[in-house]
Each structure stands twice: as structure tokens, then as C-alpha cells.
């Protein structure tokens, strides 16, 4: 995402990978640390393959949607 080369995805896509995420990772660490669980629910914005982004109103309305998830799991 924040990477210098953006053609970087296809080297990543030929194993696979089909999104990336950047903060799960010190999340599970600090809870790893803490001994404290942890969850972590994603929702995709942006496409690095074909550039399509999502709208300010789009994201308000899915992470609203992922938020209410969240908290009935809480």
C-alpha cells in the first residue's frame, strides 16, 4: 500500500495473497504479550489491482456495519 513499487501486488498475488492489512499484526502481538485475546475484523476499501476505492460515504456505511458486528461479539 505504502510501498515504493506498486506493481508489488502481482509478486504477492502469485502466491495467493489478496489483500492487504496493517495493523493485525501489532494487535496480536501487544494481546500475545498481555496474554489478553484478540480479534481482528477487516473489511477491504481500496483495490491495488484495479485502483477502485471506496467512498467516504461507502466506508462510513460498512464500518458501521463491521463496528455493530464487533460489538455483539464483544
Not at 52 to 69: A, D, G, N, P
Request: charged share 25%; net charge negative.
Amino acid at each position: 500500500f505504502y510501498a515504493d513499487d506498486f506493481e508489488s501486488y502481482k509478486k504477492w498475488s502469485k502466491f495467493g495473497v489478496l489483500c492487504v492489512e496493517m495493523e493485525t499484526a501489532g494487535l496480536y502481538t501487544v494481546a500475545a504479550k498481555h496474554n489478553v485475546n484478540a480479534l481482528s475484523i477487516l473489511t477491504i476499501s481500496d483495490s491495488l489491482v484495479t485502483g477502485e476505492r471506496t467512498s467516504s460515504k461507502e466506508r462510513e456505511t460498512t464500518f458501521k456495519e463491521m463496528i455493530e458486528i464487533a460489538l455483539e461479539l464483544a
